[in-house]
């Protein structure tokens, strides 16, 4: 349904903090009752696995995290505070557990409301926990280069509401474009 490029199943089988660099610029892509929506992703954080003590598979393989433990290239979405979906890319080979948030996109084609912050990108995407565990390598949710990249430099700070981590809340693991009005929080 697109003359995108989808990414393949390699590009998510390398390591977390890679794989968040080189996501922004991608186009999220999701087809839905016939509708496709696309955003540029412009903000992500990584989970290096369990023992970043702010990523969910910390606490170890439960029903809720087993994806993140599964193979590379599927979507991880979850809800937070009992109203929030949030989507994780899961990243490495199966049994790392690390993945990364989509934190803000920049839309790009039939995307409506605001898309800063992960809860808000979920909700204007259309994405909810039926797309969990999805394969991102598929035709109706997956992850695409843009037809034209275009240059950008990457700000790297830390991730946001993880202060419980300890020294993981001090990482530099939340990587954006520089000066994109569509970044959740500079």
Not at 58 to 79: D, I, Q
Not at 132 to 152: Q, T
Request: charged share 25%.
């Amino acid at each position: 349904m697109s003359s995108m490029q989808t990414l393949p199943r390699s590009f998510y089988d390398r390591d977390a903090m890679t794989v968040a660099k080189e996501l922004l610029g991608q186009h999220l892509v999701h087809v839905s009752r016939g509708v496709q929506r696309i955003g540029r992703i412009v903000e992500v954080e990584a989970y290096l696995g369990p023992h970043d003590l702010a990523a969910h598979s910390a606490r170890g393989w439960t029903e809720r995290t087993k994806v993140m433990f599964g193979p590379p290239g599927h979507a991880y979405v979850y809800l937070i505070y009992g109203m929030y979906w949030c989507m994780n890319v899961v990243t490495e080979r199966e049994g790392l557990a690390s993945a990364v948030l989509l934190r803000a996109l920049e839309p790009v084609k039939n995307i409506e409301g605001r898309t800063q912050g992960p809860g808000l990108l979920c909700n204007a995407m259309g994405i909810d926990g039926r797309l969990n565990a999805r394969d991102l390598v598929g035709d109706e949710f997956y992850i695409a280069a843009p037809p034209k990249a275009e240059p950008f430099t990457i700000v790297k700070k830390r991730r946001i509401g993880v202060d419980y981590a300890g020294h993981w809340a001090k990482r530099l693991l939340r990587f954006y474009m520089k000066g994109n009005v569509f970044v959740s929080k500079r």
